[in-house]
């Protein structure tokens, strides 16, 4: 891929999937969506401090309910290698799909 290339994917998670660019490369998501209440994204800082980044779900947890997220999941997020972001399921399989635009 080069820059400004845009691609998306779909994915099936039952646990954890990571949406982790390879080193030196940043994406621009512009969308994510998923099939149930059930799906849940986070983020990490795979860095010396690795945290959490906060997506509110009304609970004040560290993960995003996608289903009913305003705007049916339009968003711009830099990702890259070393912050990135997840996708996982709070029960159940989950279906996700997202895409973004290579910077």
Do not use: H, W
């Not at 945290?51 to 968003?75: C, E, H, K, S, W």
Request: with cysteine; charged share 10%.
């Amino acid at each position: 891929m080069a820059s400004g290339d845009v691609f998306s994917n779909m994915c099936f998670s039952t646990t954890f999937t990571a949406v982790q660019p390879a080193a030196g490369v940043s994406v621009l998501i512009t969308f994510v969506a998923c099939d149930s209440d059930n799906g849940r994204m986070g983020g990490n800082n795979s860095g010396a401090l690795s945290y959490d980044m906060t997506f509110p779900n009304g609970a004040g947890g560290n993960t995003l309910i996608l289903r009913n997220f305003p705007a049916v999941g339009n968003m711009k997020l830099f990702v890259t290698n070393t912050q990135y972001i997840y996708f996982s399921s709070g029960a159940g399989a989950v279906k996700f799909s997202y895409s973004g635009v290579e910077m």
